[in-house]
């Protein structure tokens, strides 16, 4: 089972850049790339809730599971 994280998606829809996002939220443009690149390990559910409000989104919108769920 992976977890992807679909930033990078949601950020094009919104014609919105990661440095702008950065500073909406108040996560530093590298903490935001990790995720971005699905290379992130964990996410703080605050960071989570900053970037759902920022882009008006849900958590789902951000997040998906690949593979097998057993």
Excluded at 23 to 42: D, E, R, W
Excluded at 54 to 68: I, Y
Aim: proline content about 1%; charged content about 25%; aromatic content about 2%.
């Amino acid at each position: 089972m992976t977890v992807k994280v679909h930033l990078n998606k949601i950020l094009a829809e919104r014609d919105m850049s990661l440095t702008e996002l950065s500073k909406a939220v108040g996560v530093s443009v590298v903490n935001l790339s990790i995720l971005k690149t699905n290379k992130a390990k964990a996410v703080r559910f605050t960071t989570l809730d900053a970037i759902c409000k920022a882009l008006n989104c849900q958590p789902g919108d951000l997040l998906s599971v690949e593979g097998d769920l057993s």
